[in-house]
């Protein structure tokens, strides 16, 4: 069992090629079912982190390969996970 809480203090790791996601900001749940469907985390920031985000990695919860005590190890690809707001 995992709480939110501790899902947020976990850095997202692709294994694909090493990129570091960062952390989890939001999860979204799909409300018929119950079940987590993907995990937020911020996107790249813009101009140099001074003007915000305008994206966020929406990272499908079936693309988690392993959970351990501080990294979240997924397998994905980036730019499809990255989407504008």
């Known amino acids: 069992m995992v709480r939110i809480y501790e899902l947020r203090q976990k850095e997202i790791i692709n294994i694909k090629d090493g990129t570091r996601f960062g952390f989890a900001a939001d999860l979204e749940i799909d409300l ?4 987590i469907s993907k995990i937020i985390v911020p996107g790249p920031a813009r101009v140099f982190g001074v003007f915000g985000r305008d994206a966020e990695y929406c990272i499908p919860w079936d ?4 959970m351990g005590d501080d990294v979240i190890l997924v397998d994905v690809d980036a730019e499809e996970c990255l989407e504008e707001f």
């Open 32 to 35: 018929k079912t119950g079940e």
């Open 63 to 66: 693309s988690i390969q392993q």
